[in-house]
T-cell receptor
Framework: GAGVSQSPSNKVTEKGKDVELRCDPI?????LYWYRQSLGQGLEFLIY????????KSGLPSDRFSAERTGGSVSTLTIQRTQQEDSAVYLC????FGSGPDEGYTFGSGTRLTVV | KQEVTQIPAALSVPEGENLVLNCSFT??????LQWFRQDPGKGLTSLLL?????REQTSGRLNASLDKSSGRSTLYIAASQPGDSATYLC??????????FGRGTSLIVHP
C-alpha cells in the first residue's frame, strides 16, 4: 500500500480482555517496528521484525504482550489480560531492511487503546 | 548506546516568530537523522530526512541542519503559524539497528 496502515484506529476494552492490534506496512518494507506511547510520554520501543530473522523482543514489557508477522508483511500485536496501564497509543513503523541512508521510517497513524 | 536529547521540551510563541528546535545525539556513527511531527494522539509524520553526508535539507518553511561531528541537528521553522502547533521529534538511524528517538519538543503557536 501507499502508507503504513494500522487498525483499529481506536479501541476501548474492558480490563482483563485480550486485544489484537494490526499493522500493514508499506509493500516491500521488510523491517517493522512496534512502539507504545503513553500520555505525555516518549516513544517506548516494543518489538522489531527484520526480514526472516528472529524478532527483537527486548522491549516487550511483560509476557502478556506478543507479536507476530505473517508472510513477512502484516503484523499483529496481541495484549492479553489487558490492564489499565496498557492504555496508550500503539504505533507501527516500517522501512526497507538493509536500505541506505536515503531511507527513513514511515509510521502508521496509530491505534489508541483505552482499557476501562 | 546512542542517546538523543531535544531542547527545549516545550515552547510557546506568538504567531509569526522564527523558531529553532534542537536535537543532540551522543554517537556520531549515524546513517541519517529524521525530523517528525506528531499531533496529539496521532502517528508521526516525517518532515525532513538528512543523510549523514548532508548538511541541511529544506521543505517550505522548514529547514533542518546537521553537524554530525558535534552531534547536533536543528530544525528551523520560519514565520510560525498556529497550525504548526504539535510535538516535534527527531530520530537517529544507524544502519539496521533500532532507531533512537528524542522525547520531543512540544510547540504551541498562539494567534
Amino acid at each position: 500500500g501507499a502508507g503504513v496502515s494500522q487498525s483499529p484506529s481506536n479501541k476501548v476494552t474492558e480490563k482483563g480482555k485480550d486485544v489484537e492490534l494490526r499493522c500493514d506496512p508499506i509493500s516491500g518494507h521488510t523491517a517493522l517496528y512496534w512502539y507504545r506511547q503513553s500520555l505525555g510520554q516518549g516513544l517506548e520501543f516494543l518489538i522489531y521484525f527484520q526480514g526472516n530473522s528472529a524478532p527483537d523482543k527486548s522491549g516487550l514489557p511483560s509476557d502478556r504482550f506478543s507479536a507476530e508477522r505473517t508472510g513477512g508483511s502484516v503484523s499483529t500485536l496481541t495484549i492479553q489480560r489487558t490492564q489499565q496501564e496498557d492504555s496508550a497509543v500503539y504505533l507501527c513503523a516500517s522501512i526497507p531492511f538493509g536500505s541506505g541512508p536515503d531511507e527513513g521510517y514511515t509510521f502508521g497513524s496509530g491505534t489508541r487503546l483505552t482499557v476501562v | 548506546k546512542q542517546e538523543v536529547t531535544q531542547i527545549p521540551a516545550a515552547l510557546s510563541v506568538p504567531e509569526g516568530e522564527n523558531l529553532v528546535l534542537n536535537c543532540s545525539f551522543t554517537d556520531s556513527a549515524i546513517y541519517n537523522l529524521q525530523w517528525f511531527r506528531q499531533d496529539p494522539g496521532k502517528g508521526l509524520t516525517s518532515l525532513l530526512l538528512i543523510q549523514s553526508s548532508q548538511r541541511e535539507q529544506t521543505s517550505g518553511r522548514l529547514n533542518a541542519s546537521l553537524d554530525k561531528s558535534s552531534g547536533r541537528s536543528t530544525l528551523y521553522i520560519a514565520a510560525s503559524q498556529p497550525g504548526d502547533s504539535a510535538t516535534y521529534l527527531c530520530a537517529v538511524r544507524r544502519g539496521s539497528y533500532i532507531p533512537t528517538f528524542g522525547r520531543g519538543t512540544s510547540l504551541i503557536v498562539h494567534p
